[in-house]
């Protein structure tokens, strides 16, 4: 048994997209619409898995104000990068690109390396080893 893949509502499927093919090298596949509905996705593949997201949007889907990683439901999403020194090299990039960084690289309780990041809509995302 495997994970397939994840979703997410988004408000704004392009810069989601972009985000995560920019930072995270994920490739994308067409752009799937059903105007009847409203609805619009992308599935996202990764190097190396077979775990893909997939970033949909829809009129009538609306967003809650609250922090998005604290509410019931996925609380995060995790890339596993290969080594401390990418941990961090991404979390600079990201970081000198304006995200937010969330908690900052370091080794957590149960012995992970890891930081967290906000996505250009809030979700936490964490870059780990």
Do not use: C, Q
Not at 29 to 48: I, Q
């Amino acid at each position: 048994m495997k994970i397939e893949h994840i979703a997410l509502w988004v408000d704004d499927l392009e810069t989601m997209r972009s985000f995560y093919a920019d930072y995270f090298n994920a490739v994308s596949g067409e752009k799937y619409v059903n105007s009847k509905k409203g609805y619009s996705s992308y599935f996202l593949k990764f190097p190396g898995n077979e775990t893909r997201i997939e970033l949909m949007n829809r009129l009538d889907i609306v967003s809650e104000p609250a922090k998005r990683g604290f509410m019931k439901g996925i609380a995060h999403v995790a890339f596993s990068v290969g080594s401390r020194e990418l941990v961090d090299s991404l979390t600079e990039r990201l970081r000198a690109d304006k995200y937010r960084i969330e908690s900052e690289p370091r080794t957590t309780g149960d012995g992970y390396y890891e930081s967290v990041i906000l996505d250009p809509e809030g979700n936490y995302v964490e870059i780990s080893i």
